[in-house]
Nanobody
Framework: QVRLVESGGGLAQPGGSLRLSCAAS????????MAWYRQAPGKERELVAA???????NYADSVKGRFTISSDNAKYTVYLQMNSLKPEDTAVYYC??????????????WGQGTQVTVSS
């Protein structure tokens, strides 16, 4: 079984920073892509940022220049450094990964989500 466990959410003031972490564990053979999505109340889940195993990154326009995604491939961990936070960044943030295990082909896995609230 594969698990994705997120940490680092919480409350931040506008202009502040938070750092999210997501660690994958289990019978992992390889991880092709790790990403962060978010879902605000009443809105659809959207891609925030993604990083490939080769280090290529992709960001939503709304977070470019403010958020940075990085990963530690040896630890199967992805990070999201969020700076200059805005109230509109308030959402539940979900970790996502495309993982091949020693028993299955590539599958899409999700973490349980972590709440990020930006408010004064």
């Amino acid at each position: 079984q594969v698990r994705l466990v997120e940490s680092g959410g919480g409350l931040a003031q506008p202009g502040g920073s938070l750092r999210l972490s997501c660690a994958a564990s289990g019978s992992i053979r390889s991880i092709d892509v790790m990403a962060w999505y978010r879902q605000a109340p009443g809105k659809e889940r959207e891609l925030v940022a993604a990083i490939t195993s080769g280090g290529h990154t992709n960001y939503a326009d709304s977070v470019k220049g403010r958020f940075t995604i990085s990963s530690d491939n040896a630890k199967y961990t992805v990070y999201l450094q969020m700076n200059s936070l805005k109230p509109e960044d308030t959402a539940v943030y979900y970790c996502n990964a495309h993982i091949t295990t020693w028993r299955t082909a590539v599958n899409n896995y999700w973490g349980q989500g972590t709440q990020v609230t930006v408010s004064s």
